[in-house]
């Protein structure tokens, strides 16, 4: 079956920087959309960033844009999420998802199959 592993989240002061990993199996990796998507307590579930299956396009929430950098390593079948001066708003549960699609990249939750278990990421003050 599909496997979508998170890693690298983790307590942060405001300002730091984290990368996000996720690590895909079961499914040909190379051949699917990726995405992030993220949750705070007490909200819904939101888009942060989603990539195309070659690495070529990515799209990315406002609120990200800029700070955040989606990439993949289809060799390694693995996306990325690099995210640099954190903010407390940024606290959250983050998780990976793989898409139904290849390209483009999409903010549509209901065009993501599969999804990891989430990592936390917290961003002191």
């Known amino acids: 079956q599909v496997q979508l592993v998170e890693s690298g989240g983790g307590l942060v002061q405001a300002g730091a920087s984290l990368r996000l990993s996720c690590a895909a199996s079961g499914r040909t990796f190379g051949n699917y959309a990726m995405g992030w998507f993220r949750q705070a307590p007490g909200k819904a579930r939101e888009f942060v960033a989603g990539?195309?299956?070659?690495?070529?396009?990515?799209i990315y929430a406002d609120l990200t844009k800029g700070r955040f950098t989606i990439s993949r390593d289809n060799a390694k079948n693995t996306v990325y999420l690099q995210m640099n001066s954190l903010k407390p708003e940024d606290t959250a549960v983050y998780y990976c998802?793989?898409?139904?699609?290849?390209?483009?990249?999409?903010?549509?939750?209901?065009?993501?199959?599969?999804w990891g278990q989430g990592t936390q990421v917290t961003v002191s003050s």
């Open positions: 990539i195309s299956w070659s690495g070529g396009r990515s």
């Open positions: 998802a793989s898409a139904t699609i290849s390209s483009p990249p999409t903010s549509t939750e209901k065009e993501y199959a599969y």
